[in-house]
């Protein structure tokens, strides 16, 4: 049987340590975001079609590829309005890389975003498995991901972590992914200007990071994901811990008084 969800995964920040020290300074973004954007199989092409529109409203080119980090801040917040009307879920894992403990851990190559991806792949399972319903949608509640085919990544080791993972839960660690809602085996790749929903992911993860990174005076952006906030994936009507995942824990307790996240107490 065909998969019930689409989730379209793609990332913004970087995965450096070398963080500003003065505001000229080029450096390391503060915080790693991995976002998916998730649809229904049966209405993807329909919800994803929103790029075309996209395209039609900014007067680009009909197979324009749309890059959030092109667009200026109207534009931006146009985008947002837009895709806060669809039927569809973004969902969020931010790393604030300053408040990892053993950051020398993840330093190592990818250890930083398969980090992220288990904890994406939670809450996508988590989404298939509370929203699926088969006499009404169709499918076998699982769920297709599709990665931004990022140059040089090892998505064969990406799928034997999460494959390693699940060996982990059986034997009774504390792993909580739902891999009968996201096996391993249904991770793919492809280019996002061959994908609407890759370009429509790496809106959600732009405005994910807008909302969260400082700029060179300390200020963030979260408008963008303000007015995304309808379809933010939310349970029990929370979408703190679902939609939006803070990581580490400790990066909740160094960030509190943060003038610039103050909007995060609003965020229901």
Same mark, same amino acid.
């Given at each position: 049987m065909?998969?019930s969800?689409v989730a379209?995964v793609d990332?913004?920040?970087d995965?450096?340590?070398k963080f500003?020290? !003065?505001p000229?300074?080029q450096? !390391? !973004?503060?915080?790693?975001v991995?976002?998916?954007?998730?649809?229904r199989k049966?209405?993807d092409?329909?919800t994803? #079609?929103l790029?075309?529109?996209?395209r039609r409203?900014?007067?680009l080119?009909p197979?324009k590829?749309?890059?959030?980090k092109d667009l200026k801040?109207? #534009?931006?917040?146009r985008?947002?309005?837009?895709m806060a009307?669809?039927?569809?879920?973004?969902?969020?894992?931010?790393?604030?890389?300053?408040?990892?403990?053993?950051?020398? #851990?993840?330093?190592?190559?990818?250890?930083?975003?398969?980090?992220?991806v288990?904890?994406l792949m939670?809450?996508v399972s988590?989404l298939?498995?509370?929203?699926?319903d088969?006499?009404?949608?169709?499918?076998?509640g699982?769920?297709?991901?599709?990665?931004?085919?990022?140059?040089?990544?090892p998505?064969d080791?990406?799928r034997?972590?999460?494959?390693?993972?699940?060996?982990?839960q059986? !034997?009774g660690q504390?792993v909580?992914i739902d891999f009968?809602?996201?096996?391993p085996?249904?991770i793919?790749t492809?280019?996002?200007? +061959?994908?609407?929903g890759?370009q429509?992911?790496?809106?959600?993860a732009g405005a994910?990071f807008?909302?969260?990174?400082?700029?060179?005076?300390?200020?963030?952006?979260p +408008?963008y994901?303000?007015?995304?906030?309808p379809i933010?994936?939310r349970?029990?009507?929370?979408?703190?811990?679902?939609?939006l995942k803070?990581?580490?824990r400790?990066?909740s307790i160094?960030?509190?008084?943060?003038?610039a996240?103050?909007?995060?107490a609003?965020?229901?």
């Amino acid at each position: 049987m065909a998969a019930s969800f689409v989730a379209y995964v793609d990332e913004a920040g970087d995965e450096g340590f070398k963080f500003r020290t !003065s505001p000229a300074m080029q450096r !390391s !973004s503060d915080w790693f975001v991995l976002a998916a954007f998730v649809t229904r199989k049966q209405t993807d092409l329909e919800t994803v #079609k929103l790029i075309d529109q996209v395209r039609r409203e900014f007067e680009l080119p009909p197979r324009k590829h749309v890059h959030w980090k092109d667009l200026k801040h109207p #534009k931006k917040v146009r985008y947002a309005q837009l895709m806060a009307g669809l039927q569809a879920r973004a969902i969020g894992v931010c790393v604030h890389k300053p408040s990892l403990l053993e950051p020398e #851990k993840f330093q190592e190559s990818y250890r930083l975003y398969f980090f992220a991806v288990r904890y994406l792949m939670e809450r996508v399972s988590w989404l298939a498995r509370d929203r699926h319903d088969t006499e009404k949608w169709g499918g076998d509640g699982t769920v297709d991901v599709l990665f931004s085919n990022r140059q040089g990544m090892p998505y064969d080791k990406m799928r034997d972590y999460l494959r390693h993972l699940q060996v982990q839960q059986a !034997s009774g660690q504390d792993v909580r992914i739902d891999f009968a809602n996201v096996p391993p085996d249904r991770i793919t790749t492809q280019t996002p200007g +061959r994908s609407m929903g890759l370009q429509l992911a790496d809106a959600a993860a732009g405005a994910f990071f807008n909302a969260i990174e400082t700029d060179a005076f300390g200020n963030t952006e979260p +408008r963008y994901l303000t007015t995304m906030s309808p379809i933010l994936y939310r349970h029990q009507g929370m979408a703190h811990g679902y939609g939006l995942k803070l990581l580490p824990r400790e990066a909740s307790i160094n960030l509190k008084d943060h003038a610039a996240l103050q909007w995060l107490a609003g965020l229901k």
